[in-house]
């Protein structure tokens, strides 16, 4: 069996957020046909106990823990000494020392970077002997038009902070291009992106992600609670800007619009680690922000409707593809689903207006009929397109 080296910033388990669903399922489908050694970090001490988890689908697991605080301060000196941020932030020389220590006691036939990042390693790297026989970069999302985007939200100083940071990184993404033997993206609109940011670009591959349709089943519940028809619910980890931003965004300028059509309606912010400013939101008790949650599917049970108000969306969003693989009604934002090519299909219904977004809503709660046909259609295509065995095979080890 060939033999990989993984390298991830964040441990890949539990597979509760965007990268590490993406990670996780590729460590998971990679066990089963490779030898797999694992290099990672773990910026919450909580996700240290996880390592036992992930060991089952690894020969080797390392973890080490990521201060957040000590984390910063090296991503701000990285900055200063003409880096990114990022290349600081999860720059680790213990992990460089266990990294350089595997290499040099063993051969890889591939070695498979998630998020680029973790690139720093291979280029600190001892220079007499490379890595693996093949480096593949899994960019995933371009980090650096996230950076942009947030840019664009945010006002001076952060605007220009983040404006450069999103110039380094590129100058960054572009030398792992240069040096990697293949460059992954999520979708090909993350690809064409990065093409356009670099014509130079080469050996681009995309591989999407998938959804567990086995797990996401909404007939394991069908015998359960009935939905409540006038419940609204936006799911994903709430820590996380973009995230923040939407949920706030629907919050304070389609919500209104609903309520005065639908008074008894409910919005339910699902996801760990809400930001206070969604905590806030609850002082009005048609919103419900429920932090961690066990089993995020009886949310989705419960919910007749799932929104997306994301603003800012890079590659493929997880909760899309799991909304859809539970059989949900969906309104959403135009970035968010742009990675998923379903811009187009009749089961989704894609609004950047708050008036029609809440339009479109309230029609969807008012029409059960129409939005669990909605909610077939989305599951049969999520079924037919969003394999993750089928989709990480194309992953050119």
């Known amino acids: 069996m060939k033999k990989i ?32 050694d694992l290099i990672t970090l773990a910026d919450d001490p909580k996700d240290l106990k996880f390592k036992k988890n992930i060991e089952q689908y690894c020969r080797q697991v390392k973890v080490f823990p990521l201060n957040t605080k000590a984390a910063k301060i090296k991503g701000f000196f990285s900055l200063l000494t003409g880096h990114s941020i990022s290349q600081g932030y999860f720059y680790s020389k213990a992990f460089q020392s266990f990294f350089n220590l595997w290499i040099k006691q063993q051969s890889y036939d591939a070695l498979i970077c998630f998020s680029s990042p973790m690139a720093e390693y291979v280029f600190k790297a001892p220079q007499n002997k490379k890595p693996a026989h093949t480096l593949i970069m899994d960019f995933c999302d371009l980090d650096s038009d996230k950076w942009r985007q947030y840019a664009q939200k945010l006002f001076f100083p952060f605007n220009l902070l983040y404006k450069l940071e999103a110039v380094r990184l590129l100058t960054f993404e572009k030398k792992i291009n240069h040096e990697f033997d293949h460059s992954v993206f999520v979708s090909s609109v993350e690809a064409g992106l990065f093409k356009k940011y670099y014509p130079q670009a080469k050996r681009l591959d995309v591989v999407t992600n998938g959804v567990d349709h086995d797990y996401f089943n909404p007939e394991l519940f069908s015998t359960g609670k009935k939905d409540n028809a006038m419940i609204i619910g936006f799911f994903g980890a709430m820590d996380y800007y973009a995230n923040v931003d939407g949920a706030l965004w629907f919050a304070n300028h389609i919500w209104p619009l609903i309520k005065k059509q639908i008074p008894d309606a409910l919005f339910f912010i699902v996801g760990s680690n809400p930001d206070p400013k969604l905590k806030a939101l609850a002082s009005d008790p048609s919103i419900q922000t429920t932090g961690f ?40 934002t135009s970035p968010a689903v742009q990675g998923i090519g379903v811009l187009d299909k009749p089961f989704i219904s894609i609004e950047d207006d708050p008036k029609k977004f809440a339009a479109c809503v309230v029609n969807h709660l008012l029409d059960e009929p129409g939005r669990n046909e909605s909610g077939r259609k989305a599951r049969k295509y999520i079924q037919t397109h969003y394999n993750w065995d089928a989709n990480i095979q194309r992953l050119r080890i």
């Open 293 to 332: 949650v066990e089993d995020i599917r009886e949310y989705y049970h419960k919910t007749s409707v799932c929104v997306v108000p994301l603003r800012i969306a890079r590659g493929v969003q997880n909760k899309v593809l799991e909304a859809m693989s539970m059989g949900k009604a969906i309104v959403s």
């Open 5 to 36: 080296l993984y390298l991830s910033h964040r441990i890949p388990y539990p597979p509760n957020k965007g990268d590490k669903i993406r990670s996780f399922n590729e460590i998971k489908y990679l066990s089963k046909r490779y030898k797999v």
